[in-house]
């Protein structure tokens, strides 16, 4: 049995970890497969500036270094702002799966041009940042959010399927007119949108997380990891330092919280 730690971007309880464990349910996997979900111990609370964006790469890899020093097999980022992932190649051998970028890349095998919906204006900086990284603005047909309402990160759409995911699909067909042939959503947030934007949109619509996932089984099943030429080790890893600095942040906010090497599992199996 080979585990999975799949890292979450907010320092959630069990009811927020439970709402991201669920997307395991929306994709086949093998089921010699574990995943375990941890969240980070410290971090921003809503991604929507270059503060945060330091922060996230900051507590992503923190938590995905002690993912690792438990002995996970591999590692999947439950955020496509794909926070950490360049630090994490660096420091693991293990693989490392970030799911905006691969979002992205596989709707450019599904099409010649991709669009990306989120539910929030404030996360349009996150991930044209996250486009431009990539090296694909010219294969980016738009971005495009509902509005100015921060959604709940933990809850999801709880309560509000029926007002939000309409105006979802209704985004998703403006996409198709300003010529997306694949549409990604922008968050693992949205994951329960899914399977209505699918049956409602013309194109394909791809998933993040549970795409992560499937990425995972396969890198593993290959022996496939990051290619140490593009992702060179440290010379001088601050690894215990960063360690200190989430314990600092705990002890200053006191957090009752478990220690970060303490993860939910749920094994995969259908």
């Known amino acids: 049995m080979r585990r999975v730690t799949v890292i979450v971007p907010f320092a959630f309880g069990e009811e927020g970890l439970a709402n991201r464990r669920a997307q395991l349910a929306e994709v086949r996997l093998d089921p010699e497969l574990t995943f375990e979900f941890k969240p980070v111990r410290f971090g921003p609370s809503r991604f929507d500036s270059h503060h945060d964006f330091a922060l996230a790469d900051l507590a992503m890899l923190e938590a995905g270094l002690e993912a690792a020093e438990a002995g996970c097999d591999a590692i999947c980022l439950d955020t496509v702002s794909d926070s950490g992932a360049a630090a994490l190649r660096g420091l693991l051998d293990v693989p490392v799966v ?19 919906i989120t539910t929030w204006s404030g996360w349009e900086p996150l991930l044209q940042k996250g486009v431009r990284e990539s090296g694909l603005e010219h294969a980016c047909a ?56 699918a049956r409602e949109l013309p194109v394909p619509v ?14 593993l099943a290959l022996g496939l990891r990051q290619s140490r030429t593009a992702h060179p080790r440290p010379g001088d890893p601050k690894i215990a330092e960063l360690h200190a600095m989430a314990a600092a942040d705990a002890v200053a906010r006191g957090s009752t919280a478990a220690p970060a090497t303490t993860t939910t599992k749920e094994t995969h199996a259908r």
């Open 206 to 219: 791809v998933n993040p997380g549970p795409l992560s996932y499937k990425l995972v089984e396969t890198m």
């Open 98 to 116: 970030a799911p905006g970028k691969a979002s992205y890349l596989t709707a450019l095998m599904l099409g010649a041009r991709f669009s990306v």
């Open 142 to 197: 738009s971005i495009r959010s509902l509005g100015d309402a921060a959604p709940d990160v933990e809850r999801l759409f709880a309560g509000k399927e029926e007002e939000l995911f309409p105006l979802l699909a209704e985004l998703g067909r403006e996409c198709v007119r300003d010529g997306a042939d694949v549409v990604c959503l922008g968050s693992t947030t949205m994951h329960q949108a899914h399977a209505h934007l």
